[in-house]
């Protein structure tokens, strides 16, 4: 019986199932046949392998196929055990941390269905969005969306004449926003039109929308900072108001354990990711990817749900580095929570502005205000100072404060 079976399967309940291993696991293995069964039957599975037993590299593209549905958890004590690349989330190296995950998998499942049954998944604007991650998409299968939703393009205009897009004559219809931005600055203002989606169903999260719009409004003043174009100024506004919808949704999940995640962050000085992981068994990184991609936001957003508290991140990534900048700023200075170190990423934006000083490319705006020219005065010096700390703090203070001062309205309130 042993040779036929060569592995134990015990029932954890609720469809949970754990197959426990002691050989070296290659693709003519008995194993892979009764994984593939319980992966059909189960709703999770947990391949838990003893001491000398191996996951061989050989077995990788068998393990992939396997691994597709989601539902595969590996348990190992050693890494030497497991000769191929998995996902963090699905390899443990105690059962009792694989058998959390599954509890954490359950929460993403409850929220993501919360998701798809929002008033904004089946809106126009959601249409669009989906439809402009198709490369071949026209103006014409635009129009003949909006065409149905005249509100919608009240909207998109009110958004398209917004300081955002640096425009000093009004655009009048969705042709000249379309002939001025192109389509990609269409995909900018349905992304902003989805946030304001998100902010009516969270409209009781006030501080945490707060967060992101100022989030939004400081990572795109390092853009123009630095000098980049108005397509990615655009990307990094987008990007700053919906770094953190997967906060919104995990808090809008279950509000009182959120306020205890909350609380732990506080009190116990813990990071907000750690906090939410030991109350849902997921940080709000996870889920805000997995709601970006299931609303169909454009790849180029993932990684700002993804990634914003990572302390790593790539120096030619200007969009996420002014995000995870301005992100930790507002956390440190503004909201006195603990914050992930973005001082690194500075001299990577001193020395953008430094380049475009160079050429003349720096982005300014002329003064209007005592505020801006206040802000126009610290900003003055050459050579990337700006990026300077502790420089840096009091050019990112100003600028929010001006953002501050210019109302609700100008913060989209």
């Avoid at 990684?303 to 995870?324: F, G, N, T």
């Avoid at 009091?394 to 309130?413: N, P, S």
């Amino acid at each position: 019986m042993a040779e036929q079976y060569p592995f134990q399967i015990v029932n954890h309940g609720d469809n949970v199932f754990e197959m426990i291993v002691g050989d070296v696991i290659t693709p003519d293995h008995k194993v892979a046949e009764a994984l593939g069964i319980l992966l059909t039957k189960c709703d999770y599975v947990i391949l838990s392998l003893k001491e000398n037993a191996v996951l061989h590299e050989s077995f990788t593209d068998k393990m992939a196929e396997l691994s597709s549905s989601g539902r595969l958890l590996v348990v190992a004590r050693a890494d030497g055990q497991i000769q191929m690349a998995l996902p963090e989330t699905k390899k443990f190296n105690e059962l009792q941390a694989a058998q959390s995950r599954v509890n954490g998998e359950r929460n993403l499942e409850k929220i993501l269905r919360q998701v798809e049954n929002m008033p904004l998944m089946q809106s126009s604007a959601n249409k669009l969005l989906n439809m402009l991650r198709d490369p071949k998409v026209t103006f014409e299968n635009i129009e003949e969306v909006t065409s149905k939703d005249p509100k919608l393009v009240m909207r998109m205009l009110k958004i398209a004449n917004s300081a955002v897009f640096s425009r000093r004559m009004p655009f009048e219809n969705l042709k000249a926003v379309v002939t001025y931005l192109g389509l990609d600055g269409i995909k900018e203002i349905i992304l902003q039109e989805t946030f304001e989606g998100f902010a009516q169903v969270f409209a009781n999260q006030r501080e945490k929308l707060a967060h992101m719009r100022r989030c939004a409004h400081l990572a795109t003043w390092i853009g123009r900072l630095i000098g980049v174009d108005i397509n990615l100024l655009s990307r990094m506004n987008s990007a700053g108001l919906l770094h953190d919808i997967g906060a919104l949704a995990l808090c809008f999940y279950d509000s009182q354990e959120y306020a205890r995640a909350t609380m732990k962050v506080r009190n116990d000085k813990k990071s907000v990711c750690e906090a939410e992981i030991e109350v849902f068994v997921v940080a709000h990184l996870e889920l805000g990817m997995l709601m970006a991609q299931k609303v169909g936001m454009p790849d180029y957003l993932w990684p700002a749900m993804a990634k914003h508290h990572d302390r790593d991140v790539p120096s030619e990534d200007l969009l996420l580095i002014s995000v995870v900048t301005a992100n930790g700023y507002l956390n440190q200075f503004i909201e006195n929570l603990p914050f992930t170190p973005y001082e690194p990423l500075l001299p990577v934006l001193a020395e953008k502005r430094r380049k475009k000083e160079a050429v003349g490319r720096v982005l300014a705006r002329p003064a209007q205000t005592s505020a801006q020219s206040a802000i126009d005065s610290l900003i003055s010096g050459n050579d990337g100072e700006v990026f300077k700390v502790p420089y840096v703090y009091d050019i990112l203070k100003a600028e929010l404060d001006r953002f501050m001062l210019a109302g609700t309205a100008a913060q989209g309130m």
